[in-house]
């Protein structure tokens, strides 16, 4: 069946600590991926995307992303988190046979303390 | 100026109700969509329209119906409200690749 797993459901770090949150897809063929960040109340917001190139992306506020075909994942990034990013995060599949639609995993709830 | 918007906000009601949640898009997009975000806040798709034309019409019970005036609009009108039916619904719009722009979201309470 066709997915997007993301492994990390719940991930608290110190500010400053090093984050890696992991995705993998499960789709055959072309797919453009995405990050979305959703803040407590707030609507998504796109993080960064990759549809083709560079496998290594630059999203906005300090997070990466790296895409390896050969392991399905996209793996998102950032050297030094800080309170601020306490969110949300999800990663979301486009096959380019679906309409377009978003197909998201279940998130990761990630809890920086100060 | 708001890309995508979504009205209302908050949608409190009993079992039974019929209610509609409206959205709009100003970003000229040809497809548009509605996702459900449930309690553990999985995001699902239940339906996607590009340019007034039904595309996408996930396993979503048929009290559900989407209505598209045009292509800045799409709206979800929702028959015999259920607890279950109590989440977070999104709008969204995309261009050709995909990249979704998301509505602030209406918080559907049923009681």
């Known amino acids: 069946a066709q997915s997007v797993s993301q492994h990390n459901h719940h991930v608290i770090l110190s500010e400053a600590a090093s984050l890696e949150l992991g995705c993998n897809y499960s789709y055959g063929g072309t797919v453009n991926l995405f990050w979305y960040v959703q803040y407590p109340g707030q609507h998504l917001q796109l993080l960064l995307k990759?549809?083709?190139?560079?496998?290594l992306v630059k999203g906005i506020k300090g997070f990466e992303a790296e895409f390896i075909k050969s392991k399905f994942s996209f793996n998102l990034r950032k050297p030094s988190v800080q309170w601020s990013d306490t969110a949300e995060y999800f990663c979301a599949v486009t096959p380019q046979n679906s309409g377009y639609a978003l197909n998201f995993g279940k998130g990761t709830s990630l809890l920086v303390t100060p | 100026d708001t890309a995508v918007s979504q009205t209302p906000k908050y949608l409190v009601t009993q079992m039974g109700n019929d209610k509609s949640i409206k959205c709009e898009q100003n970003?000229?997009?040809?497809?548009m969509y509605w996702y459900k975000q449930d309690s553990k806040k999985f995001l699902k798709i239940m339906f996607s329209?590009?340019?007034?034309?039904?595309?996408i019409n996930e396993t979503v019970p048929n009290r559900f119906s989407p209505k598209s005036p045009d292509k800045a609009h799409l709206n979800l009108h929702i028959n015999s409200l259920e607890l279950g039916d109590s989440a977070v619904y999104f709008c969204?719009?995309?261009?050709?690749?995909?990249?979704?722009?998301f509505g602030p979201g209406t918080r559907l309470l049923v009681l």
């Open positions: 969204a719009s995309s261009p050709a690749y995909g990249q979704g722009y």
């Open positions: 329209y590009n340019n007034k034309e039904l595309i």
């Open positions: 990759y549809f083709s190139g560079d496998p």
């Open positions: 970003l000229g997009h040809d497809t």
